[in-house]
T-cell receptor, first 111, second 116 residues
Framework: GAGVSQTPSNKVTEKGKYVELRCDPI?????LYWYRQSLGQGPEFLIY????????DSGLPNDRFFAVRPEGSVSTLKIQRTERGDSAVYLC?????????FGPGTRLTVL | GQQLNQSPQSMFIQEGEDVSMNCTSSSIFNTWLWYKQDPGEGPVLLIALYKAGELTSNGRLTAQFGITRKDSFLNISASIPSDVGIYFCAGQRQINSGGSNYKLTFGKGTLLTVNP
């Protein structure tokens, strides 16, 4: 597609469950970023991929969060044992030469 | 995590008015960016500033990169109803960790409401 796409657009889960959030970057973009945006806040960096490798995961809040990008294109953010505090919009961005292009995000609600 | 100091938090203006918002940081950035986010969408880049002191325009938008590299402002002239949304500043640093990591730090946003 023309832009970054993310699925699902909304995810409601129960505390303690496992969730996966998917990002399809712009074709040919090797750099991919995940951000988390809480209500009333700006996006906060989680993890950066260059190709297949996670080059910077310093923003992941704890070891319940993990992300993969096995073929250097689609990426999946995985959250284990979800907590209510994980509720937020999770944004993905891919970067071309200079600019990060953001997807519409996945709104995660943990009940 | 760190976020930039962005003000004002919200603005309510009449159509046709000019608006100004700014962003400050305690640390230096190599690039300053301004984004707009509409409900249910991701941020969209409006203006990018690459040099300290740079003043850049994009239609009715004007932004400046502060001389100290620790601040930036965005002006919108002659506002129209479709300017409604949340505006974010972001500072960018290049962090070479296994590649070219251009890391963004965002402000908390300015919610702009335009009354027709």
């Amino acid at each position: 597609g023309a832009g970054v796409s993310q699925t699902p657009s909304n995810k409601v889960t129960e505390k303690g469950k496992y969730v996966e959030l998917r990002c399809d970057p712009i074709s040919g973009h090797t750099a991919l970023y995940w951000y988390r945006q809480s209500l009333g806040q700006g996006p906060e960096f989680l993890i950066y991929f260059q190709g297949t490798g996670a080059a910077d995961d310093s923003g992941l809040p704890n070891d319940r969060f993990f992300a993969v990008r096995p073929e250097g294109s689609v990426s999946t953010l995985k959250i284990q044992r979800t907590e209510r505090g994980d509720s937020a919009v999770y944004l993905c961005a891919s970067r071309g030469y200079n600019e990060q292009f953001f997807g519409p995000g996945t709104r995660l609600t943990v009940l | 995590g760190q976020q930039l100091n962005q003000s004002p938090q919200s603005m309510f203006i009449q159509e046709g008015e000019d608006v100004s918002m700014n962003c400050t940081s305690s640390s230096i950035f190599n690039t300053w960016l301004w984004y707009k986010q509409d409900p249910g969408e991701g941020p969209v880049l409006l203006i990018a500033l690459y040099k300290a002191g740079e003043l850049t325009s994009n239609g009715r938008l004007t932004a400046q990169f502060g001389i100290t590299r620790k601040d930036s402002f965005l002006n919108i002239s002659a506002s129209i109803p479709s300017d409604v949304g949340i505006y974010f500043c972001a500072g960018q640093r290049q962090i070479n960790s296994g590649g070219s990591n251009y890391k963004l730090t965002f402000g908390k946003g300015t919610l702009l409401t335009v009354n027709p």
